[in-house]
């Protein structure tokens, strides 16, 4: 790496191993967790609403606009409502094991970023890898 001026290679686990020196497994379980098992450690309930949250925004995006009356009141399709029954019903094994991935990945792209931007204040290569990665962060 020294050819290429690369100054430091990392992993995205090295991050997360030093994240966990500032925080008890207690405190927050999400980041002590395999990533495998990260999905364990969410509400099934919260992690359904949000994606139903998150689907009913973008449904409403691509659906015509809402009518606004000149009093401000709207008329239009509301949120879909989720009970305990069906959300848990929504989200299987296999989505929790997502959803645990990608929460524990934006807790690890968060320190990264900091740290990124620390070799970038002292003009240094990094190379960073690791399951966490995202291009959404490139």
């Known amino acids: 790496g020294s050819r290429l001026g690369i100054t430091t290679v990392i992993s995205t686990d ?9 925080v ?5 379980p999400l980041l002590w967790a395999s990533t495998y098992h990260a999905g364990e450690f969410l509400d099934p309930v919260a992690v359904a ?7 009913a925004k973008k449904l409403a995006g691509k659906s015509a606009a809402v009518k606004v009356d000149e009093d ?6 509301s949120e879909p409502r989720l009970d305990s029954a069906s959300t848990l019903e ?10 645990g991935f990608k929460a524990q990945s934006e807790m690890v792209i968060d320190s990264l970023d900091r740290l990124i931007t620390a070799w970038e204040e002292r ?3 990094v190379v960073v890898e690791g399951v966490h990665l995202s291009l959404n962060f490139v």
């Open 49 to 55: 609403k949000a994606k139903a949250k998150r689907k």
């Open 24 to 28: 008890d497994e207690k405190q927050n």
């Open 14 to 22: 090295s991050i997360r191993h030093m994240m966990r020196s500032f």
């Open 72 to 77: 401000g009141s709207s008329h239009g399709k």
């Open 90 to 99: 929504a989200i299987g094994t296999k989505q929790m094991a997502i959803e």
């Open 123 to 125: 003009n240094e290569s």
